[in-house]
């Protein structure tokens, strides 16, 4: 399954527990790292997510590269499945939908084809964000209750999982598995579901006390041990000023160079770094009808890291481990004969696999690096090689 965690939360043990009863024995998440897809500092570290996905359920973590964990829906799937695809050994792939396999999988199949970019295009130059364009052309080639279904987060990225299999050609069986308690991004809960957004504004009204009823119980200890070690909750806010002086310094041929640039947006993003003193008006500044809000956090976190269209281009050439208990290792040992990408989890023995790894390995240093200073303690640099993937006995 592919997964963001952040933080793990009663939803997700749903999800593993349906997963198992559909015949999974282990259970292999792949997992964004430090910064995620909607253009955001995750505020659970990432080894701390993944242990605490290790005691709920999770057997393996493996990382899902920066320049696809904070992606769009498209790129982020097709990461994830590349990664799934390269153990050689993965026969199931599960996700949360609000729809079912059966009413998914037509769409992807619509949209792996040609047919609807004369429609999208037409539409989008009325001004419209592509999602709303593919919607209106997937009504007009379809129907409006089928081209509905894309206007739910869980059902998009279930349609490019699909989409990114059939691409690499990659068969496994798939195990959709029906949301339960509260939709993506909700603020109200059912029970003892909450979804990761609310959470994470509990979290911060809060502190841990506002997870308690809906996170399970062993995550929760594994956040207390956390926060006892200055690990969270991490606080974009502090480096604030750091990302405004980085977006300063850049020259017109930095912001060109970055990932997903349609229409002079760099430009566009170029002209309000030089007039916005906080990042809310930067971003709300260059955001439009055309561009939604995630999209303007991805790029300008993507200008700050110092991802490029190049690293966002480049297929994810390693499989890094962040985590693991016995399970895992059974996944591990049998994916060390299976395996298509290089295995391990040492960043440093990844770095020296090709030229690929080595600038992809850099990176997600780098943004570690930049990561911590979003903590309540700074780590010192090189983090991302010197902290030891968790695992469980």
């Given at each position: 399954?592919?997964?963001?965690?952040?933080?793990?939360?009663?939803?997700?043990?749903?999800?593993?527990?349906?997963?198992?009863?559909?015949?999974?024995?282990?259970?292999?998440?792949?997992?964004?790292?430090?910064?995620?897809?909607?253009?955001?500092?995750?505020?659970?570290?990432?080894?701390?997510?993944?242990?605490?996905?290790?005691?709920?359920?999770?057997?393996?973590?493996?990382?899902?590269?920066?320049?696809?964990?904070?992606?769009?829906?498209?790129?982020?799937?097709?990461?994830?499945?590349?990664?799934?695809?390269?153990?050689?050994?993965?026969?199931?792939?599960?996700?949360?939908?609000?729809?079912?396999?059966?009413?998914?999988?037509?769409?992807?199949?619509?949209?792996?084809?040609?047919?609807?970019?004369?429609?999208?295009?037409?539409?989008?130059?009325?001004?419209?964000?592509?999602?709303?364009?593919?919607?209106?052309?997937?009504?007009?080639?379809?129907?409006?209750?089928?081209?509905?279904?894309?206007?739910?987060?869980?059902?998009?990225?279930?349609?490019?999982?699909?989409?990114?299999?059939?691409?690499?050609?990659?068969?496994?069986?798939?195990?959709?598995?029906?949301?339960?308690?509260?939709?993506?991004?909700?603020?109200?809960?059912?029970?003892?579901?909450?979804?990761?957004?609310?959470?994470?504004?509990?979290?911060?009204?809060?502190?841990?006390?506002?997870?308690?009823?809906?996170?399970?119980?062993?995550?929760?200890?594994?956040?207390?041990?956390?926060?006892?070690?200055?690990?969270?909750?991490?606080?974009?806010?502090?480096?604030?000023?750091?990302?405004?002086?980085?977006?300063?310094?850049?020259?017109?041929?930095?912001?060109?160079?970055?990932?997903?640039?349609?229409?002079?947006?760099?430009?566009?993003?170029?002209?309000?770094?030089?007039?916005?003193?906080?990042?809310e008006k930067l971003q709300m500044s260059v955001k439009s009808k055309r561009y939604p809000l995630a999209r303007i956090r991805r790029l300008v976190l993507s200008a700050y890291l110092g991802i490029t269209e190049t690293d966002a281009l480049t297929p994810p050439p390693y499989l890094r481990?962040?985590?693991?208990?016995?399970?895992?290792?059974?996944?591990?040992?049998?994916?060390?004969?299976?395996?298509?990408?290089?295995?391990?989890?040492?960043?440093?023995?990844?770095?020296?696999?090709?030229?690929?790894?080595?600038?992809?390995?850099?990176?997600?240093?780098?943004?570690?690096?930049?990561?911590?200073?979003?903590?309540?303690?700074?780590?010192?640099?090189?983090?991302?090689?010197?902290?030891?993937?968790?695992?469980?006995?």
């Amino acid at each position: 399954m592919v997964a963001e965690y952040n933080p793990f939360h009663n939803g997700h043990s749903f999800q593993i527990s349906k997963t198992r009863e559909a015949g999974a024995t282990h259970i292999v998440a792949v997992m964004g790292g430090n910064y995620l897809q909607r253009g955001a500092a995750a505020q659970f570290e990432k080894h701390v997510r993944a242990e605490a996905a290790l005691h709920c359920g999770a057997d393996l973590v493996i990382e899902l590269p920066l320049p696809y964990a904070m992606s769009t829906a498209e790129r982020f799937a097709a990461g994830a499945l590349t990664l799934l695809q390269a153990l050689g050994c993965i026969d199931m792939v599960s996700f949360g939908a609000e729809s079912s396999f059966e009413q998914l999988k037509p769409l992807a199949g619509v949209l792996l084809t040609n047919e609807l970019a004369p429609h999208v295009k037409q539409h989008l130059r009325l001004g419209l964000t592509f999602a709303k364009a593919r919607q209106l052309a997937l009504e007009q080639h379809l129907s409006k209750e089928q081209a509905e279904l894309v206007a739910s987060p869980n059902n998009i990225l279930g349609i490019e999982y699909l989409k990114a299999a059939a691409r690499l050609e990659f068969a496994p069986e798939f195990c959709v598995v029906t949301r339960r308690g509260v939709a993506h991004d909700s603020n109200v809960t059912s029970g003892v579901f909450a979804s990761a957004s609310m959470l994470r504004k509990a979290m911060a009204a809060q502190g841990l006390n506002g997870l308690r009823p809906f996170v399970p119980a062993d995550a929760y200890e594994v956040y207390q041990s956390a926060q006892k070690a200055r690990l969270l909750p991490a606080d974009f806010a502090r480096t604030e000023n750091s990302v405004l002086a980085v977006l300063r310094r850049m020259p017109p041929a930095e912001f060109a160079a970055l990932p997903d640039l349609s229409e002079g947006l760099e430009n566009r993003l170029y002209a309000a770094v030089r007039q916005a003193d906080t990042l809310e008006k930067l971003q709300m500044s260059v955001k439009s009808k055309r561009y939604p809000l995630a999209r303007i956090r991805r790029l300008v976190l993507s200008a700050y890291l110092g991802i490029t269209e190049t690293d966002a281009l480049t297929p994810p050439p390693y499989l890094r481990v962040l985590g693991f208990n016995k399970n895992g290792l059974e996944v591990l040992n049998r994916a060390k004969k299976t395996a298509q990408l290089p295995l391990s989890s040492s960043l440093a023995q990844l770095e020296r696999c090709s030229p690929d790894c080595e600038r992809i390995a850099k990176l997600e240093s780098r943004s570690t690096d930049l990561y911590s200073l979003t903590l309540p303690d700074i780590l010192p640099c090189g983090y991302d090689y010197t902290c030891k993937p968790v695992m469980l006995k």
